[in-house]
C-alpha cells in the first residue's frame, strides 16, 4: 500500500524559502512518476512539477508560474521527494500535495496524467 506524508509546509514572507518533503512508503519501482501539486482556496488543483525516473535518466516539468524558482528532486536512498521553493511569492500561498502514479514507461508521466496515490498536503502561505 503507498503512503505518501509531506511535511515542510509553513508562514513565510514573500521573498523566503520553504523546502517541502514528502516521504513515500510501498512505492520503489524501477520507474517512478512522482510530482508536487497546489491547491488555493476557489481554485483548481494545478501541478507545480512533475519528475519522471527511469533508466537512469530524469525528466522535469514545470509550471510556468514556479519556473526558476522551484526545483523537484528525489531521493531514491530514502524514499522521499522535494520541492525547493524559493523566491516565494504571496500567489504561491496553497495547500501543497504530493502524488505519486505507478507507470511503465515515460510517455505515461506528465502533469495531466492521472496521479492515484496522493498525501494529505501541507499548507503553504506566504505573506506580502
Known amino acids: 500500500q503507498v503512503q505518501l506524508v509531506e511535511s515542510g509546509g509553513g508562514s513565510v514572507q514573500a521573498g523566503g524559502s520553504l523546502r517541502l518533503s514528502c516521504a513515500a512508503s510501498?512505492?520503489?519501482?524501477?520507474?517512478?512518476?512522482m510530482g508536487w501539486f497546489r491547491q488555493a482556496p476557489g481554485k483548481e488543483r494545478e501541478a507545480v512539477a512533475v519528475?519522471?525516473?527511469?533508466?537512469?535518466?530524469?525528466?522535469?516539468y514545470y509550471a510556468d508560474s514556479v519556473k526558476g524558482r522551484f526545483t523537484i528532486s528525489q531521493d531514491n536512498g530514502k524514499n522521499t521527494l522535494y520541492l525547493q521553493m524559493n523566491s516565494l511569492k504571496p500567489e504561491d500561498t496553497a495547500m501543497y500535495y504530493c502524488?505519486?502514479?505507478?507507470?511503465?514507461?515515460?510517455?505515461?508521466?506528465?502533469?495531466?496524467?492521472?496521479?492515484?496515490?496522493w498525501g494529505q498536503g501541507t499548507q503553504v502561505t506566504v505573506s506580502s
Open positions: 519528475i519522471y525516473t527511469g533508466g537512469g535518466l530524469s525528466t522535469w
Open positions: 510501498g512505492y520503489r519501482d524501477s520507474t517512478s512518476c
Open positions: 502524488a505519486a502514479l505507478r507507470i511503465y514507461s515515460a510517455s505515461q508521466c506528465s502533469a495531466r496524467a492521472a496521479f492515484g496515490y
